[in-house]
């Protein structure tokens, strides 16, 4: 076993595809201006599987969630469901959809509709996840486990509107939503962009803690390459709308094929060069010095 599995997440046997694209395109306006944001790519997820997509900015990461979501139509190519085509026409199927394929954004804010107090946020799910006709009590009963999941008190938070949280607790929020939801599929796009390095590794946690517990397939977009490769099973790597390299994370890190690939792990040798970790020793001498230590 070398240093670098040994700091990896534990490994699953998976075969059971879930979502699969074919030739996905997204153009953006017509004729001369057309912007081809996603650009025929094709990807299969499986259950329990993490998956990270990573690139630059406005490589189309954003764009192909919107599509998988149905936020966005989808130009070209199509998605399947278990073998499937998607159903989307209906607000049933719609729905449908949205039970097993969710997301979470990179800015929080969005997520919510300002006028809706939390508990309704909440309730919400409850809603979509077909138990409307809970009693109260038993639905209260819901929100605080889901709540008490991500540490946050709901007997605190009803009553309050989503804008009245912290940009930290509200990310949990969002966590709390996925909690009672249970979707096969979650989408993260930048999920721990507004929280400090500990709540960063905590909210991290929750979601491998839902991986584990619900096999949940879990879609990471990102532009941090060390996170992909600590957490994923397989990495895409995004360039230009298209996906230029992908395969286990241990072969495009360790082993990566395409020069943008190698380019972007250039800023990080730290991953795959493990005599780098002495460096550590380095840094808690100068920590000490630096704060006056004697040692
Ligand atoms: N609603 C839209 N209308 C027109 N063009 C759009 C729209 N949304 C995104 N684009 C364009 O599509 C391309 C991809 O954008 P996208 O938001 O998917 O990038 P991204 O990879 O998510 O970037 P970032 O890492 O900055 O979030 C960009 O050229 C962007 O300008
Ligand atoms: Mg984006």
Same mark, same amino acid.
């Given at each position: 076993?070398?240093?670098?599995?040994?700091?990896?997440?534990?490994?699953?046997?998976?075969?059971?595809?879930?979502?699969?694209?074919?030739?996905?395109?997204?153009?953006?306006?017509?004729?001369?201006?057309? +912007?081809?944001?996603?650009?025929?790519?094709?990807?299969?997820?499986?259950?329990?599987?993490?998956?990270?997509?990573?690139?630059? $900015?406005? $490589?189309?990461?954003?764009?192909?969630?919107?599509?998988?979501?149905?936020?966005? $139509?989808?130009? *070209?190519?199509?998605?399947?469901?278990?073998?499937?085509?998607?159903?989307?026409?209906?607000? #049933? =199927?719609? &729905?449908?959809?949205?039970?097993?394929?969710?997301?979470?954004?990179?800015? /929080?804010?969005?997520?919510? +509709?300002?006028?809706?107090?939390?508990?309704?946020?909440?309730?919400?799910?409850?809603?979509?996840?077909?138990?409307?006709?809970? /009693?109260?009590?038993?639905?209260? *009963?819901?929100?605080?486990?889901?709540?008490?999941?991500?540490?946050?008190?709901?007997? =605190?938070?009803?009553?309050?509107?989503?804008?009245?949280?912290?940009?930290?607790?509200?990310?949990?929020?969002?966590?709390? &939503?996925?909690?009672?939801?249970?979707?096969?599929?979650?989408? #993260?796009?930048?999920?721990?962009?507004?929280?400090?390095?500990?709540?960063?590794?905590?909210?991290?946690?929750?979601?491998?803690?839902?991986?584990?517990? *619900?096999?949940?397939?879990?879609?990471?977009?990102?532009?941090?390459?060390?996170?992909?490769?600590?957490?994923?099973?397989?990495?895409?790597?995004?360039?230009?709308?298209?996906?230029?390299?992908?395969?286990?994370?241990?072969?495009?890190?360790?082993?990566?094929?395409?020069?943008?690939?190698?380019?972007?792990?250039?800023?990080?040798?730290?991953?795959?060069?493990?005599?780098?970790?002495?460096?550590?020793?380095?840094?808690?001498? *100068?920590?000490?010095?630096? $704060?006056?230590?004697?040692?």
């Amino acid at each position: 076993m070398t240093e670098t599995d040994r700091v990896k997440v534990k490994r699953r046997e998976l075969t059971d595809t879930f979502l699969e694209g074919k030739n996905m395109s997204k153009v953006y306006g017509m004729g001369r201006k057309a +912007n081809r944001a996603v650009d025929n790519v094709n990807f299969k997820f499986r259950r329990g599987e993490i998956v990270s997509i990573v690139g630059e $900015s406005g $490589s189309g990461k954003t764009t192909l969630a919107k599509m998988i979501l149905g936020l966005t $139509s989808i130009t *070209e190519g199509q998605l399947e469901v278990h073998g499937q085509p998607r159903a989307f026409g209906t607000t #049933a =199927e719609k &729905r449908e959809y949205w039970k097993n394929i969710q997301a979470i954004f990179q800015d /929080p804010f969005s997520t919510y +509709n300002v006028f809706s107090k939390i508990d309704k946020v909440l309730l919400n799910c409850i809603e979509l996840r077909g138990q409307k006709n809970l /009693p109260y009590a038993q639905k209260v *009963e819901i929100m605080t486990e889901a709540c008490s999941f991500v540490n946050l008190r709901f007997a =605190e938070l009803t009553n309050k509107y989503p804008f009245e949280l912290s940009g930290g607790q509200m990310q949990r929020l969002m966590i709390a &939503r996925i909690y009672i939801l249970k979707p096969k599929l979650l989408i #993260a796009d930048e999920p721990t962009s507004m929280v400090d390095a500990c709540s960063r590794a905590t909210i991290l946690d929750m979601l491998l803690k839902l991986r584990d517990e *619900e096999d949940m397939t879990i879609v990471f977009i990102t532009h941090d390459i060390g996170l992909a490769y600590y957490v994923s099973d397989t990495i895409y790597i995004m360039k230009s709308g298209q996906f230029v390299e992908q395969g286990t994370s241990d072969e495009v890190i360790l082993n990566p094929k395409s020069d943008y690939t190698k380019r972007l792990l250039s800023d990080v040798p730290s991953i795959y060069e493990p005599w780098d970790l002495s460096s550590d020793d380095v840094e808690e001498d *100068e920590f000490a010095a630096a $704060s006056g230590g004697d040692s």
